[in-house]
Nanobody
Framework: QVQVVESGGGLVQAGGSLRLSCTAS????????MGWFRQAAGKEREGVSC???????YYPSFVKGRFTISRDNAKNTLYLQMNSLKAEDTAMYYC??????????????????WGQGTQVTVSS
């Protein structure tokens, strides 16, 4: 049984930092691309970052330079270091395991295993 569990969310002031973690079990972690996604209240889910099986990292322009994705295959763990947080980063953040990062910004069907999410709230 595959389990994906996020942690590390919380309340932080604008300009602050948070580090999210995601642990996956029940799968061969290094066989999967891993992505971070978020969904703010009243908005659609969006891809925040993705890291391929080979360690290639992808970011949309709105987080580039502020967020850093990384993975530790020995620990089956994915991370998202978020710096210079803004109020608009407030959302539920989800981790997911999938086949490829190719369409992480537009098509989530490549990601078959999702966590329950961790809330990030940035106060302005």
């Amino acid at each position: 049984q595959v389990q994906v569990v996020e942690s590390g969310g919380g309340l932080v002031q604008a300009g602050g930092s948070l580090r999210l973690s995601c642990t996956a079990s029940g799968l061969t972690f290094d066989d999967y691309a891993m992505g971070w996604f978020r969904q703010a209240a009243g908005k659609e889910r969006e891809g925040v970052s993705c890291i391929s099986r080979d360690g290639v990292k992808y970011y949309p322009s709105f987080v580039k330079g502020r967020f850093t994705i990384s993975r530790d295959n020995a620990k089956n763990t994915l991370y998202l270091q978020m710096n210079s947080l803004k109020a608009e980063d407030t959302a539920m953040y989800y981790c997911a395991a999938g086949r490829s990062c190719a369409y992480y910004r537009s098509d989530y069907s490549d990601f078959g295993y999702w966590g329950q999410g961790t809330q990030v709230t940035v106060s302005s």
